[in-house]
């Protein structure tokens, strides 16, 4: 397999004075990988695609990319290519001269240039907006502008700091596929900074969860999602995110406000139940709750829900008569959707 493309951090440590924004980072990341770095805002993971893109310096640790260390050298010396939140294109430039800028800068013959700019443009469908200004294109268009840049000179390593962020909806999810089609197309690796965890789990092929400057997780979209290592990581995945309610474990049994309702075969003590929303249903007997609404998405119901003065919220097919406001439920699940996590360490059981 080439190692073209291949990452490695190795104890990457950053600091802004006397705060840590990265502790002691270990990752690594396979060549042709589309690989999302996941977080809330502040997570650090901006600051770790800065690193490897050269823009921030380290205050511990390497930087390797396919086994050459590249911790000290300049940005230009990377062969990395990086795409912006805010996409910055030149105002006074056409789309042809945005796109052929890495190449100018680097001397590369003018004919060269032509046809290369003419490739990426194609690429991405703006092969005929060249001689327009940023200013002349959508947002969508300026994106694709950004991106043909970008891949103009054929780079080993691809960044993207949350490159979306500014599109609709609609918008996002078209140009998420196109992305990950790009992506494939050119067998580059992809590195992608999102906080939108849905935007993760359908473009990349593995994901690293970052909270508060560590790295709390890594695997693939499906590992993350059934098997989250932290509670952390366990309310920040998934729409709507996991219920996380305080229980106690005793007798061989998971207790919510005393009352038991599912088997556990671990220690005995205060813990953290998790269960998806998607797996709760209502039914005759298990958790006393009362409804507080009912939110109606169309394709499904979400039903919002008070536990003895625990939230939780339960997912459902919009089949039948929606529950009514206020009405005492009960709660129930199959015991091996239970997630358990240590109450006072956050991590799973």
């Not at 911790?71 to 294109?89: C, I, K, N, W």
């Not at 947002?139 to 949350?162: H, S, T, Y």
């Not at 690796?189 to 999102?194: E, F, G, I, L, S």
């Not at 996590?341 to 799973?348: H, L, N």
Request: proline share 6%.
């Amino acid at each position: 397999m080439s190692r073209y493309g291949s990452v490695r951090m190795e104890g990457v440590v950053k600091r802004h004075g006397s705060f840590t924004a990265l502790h002691g980072m270990d990752l690594s990341i396979r060549p042709g990988e589309f690989f999302a770095l996941l977080g809330p805002s502040g997570s650090g993971k901006t600051t770790t695609l800065r690193i490897l893109a050269g823009l921030e310096e380290v205050n511990e640790g390497r930087v390797w990319l396919d086994d050459a260390d590249v911790t000290h050298q300049e940005p230009g010396e990377r062969d990395v290519a990086m795409v912006f939140q805010s996409y910055a294109l030149y105002p006074h430039m056409t789309v042809a001269e945005n796109i052929a800028f890495p190449l100018k800068m680097i001397g590369t013959p003018r004919a060269e240039i032509d046809a290369a700019v003419k490739e990426a443009a194609a690429k991405v469908n703006i092969a005929h907006l060249l001689e327009r200004k940023p200013g002349q294109l959508s947002g969508g268009q300026q994106q694709r502008c950004a991106l043909a840049r970008a891949i103009v000179r054929k780079p080993r390593l691809f960044l993207l700091d949350e490159p979306l962020s500014n599109l609709d909806a609609k918008l996002r999810i078209e140009t998420r596929a196109e992305l990950r089609r790009l992506q494939r197309a050119l067998g580059v690796t992809a590195v992608y900074v999102t906080h939108d965890q849905e935007e993760a789990m359908t473009i990349a092929d593995r994901v690293a969860v970052f909270m508060e400057g560590r790295l709390v997780q890594t695997g693939t979209p499906k590992d993350i999602f059934m098997k989250p290592a932290t509670v952390a990581v366990a309310g920040f995945i998934g729409t709507p995110p996991m219920n996380l309610l305080d229980a106690t474990v005793s007798g061989g049994q998971v207790h919510v406000n005393g009352t038991p309702v599912a088997p556990a075969a671990v220690r005995e003590g205060e813990v953290v139940l998790g269960v998806r929303p998607g797996d709760l249903r209502l039914a005759p007997a298990g958790l006393p709750a009362r409804v507080d609404f009912v939110e109606d998405l169309g394709d499904s119901l979400v039903v919002h829900l008070d536990a003895g003065g625990q939230r939780a919220k339960l997912k459902t097919e919009p089949n039948g008569a929606a529950p009514a406001e206020g009405q005492p439920v009960h709660l129930a699940f199959a015991p091996e959707s239970a997630h358990l996590f240590d109450r006072a360490s956050g991590e799973r059981l």
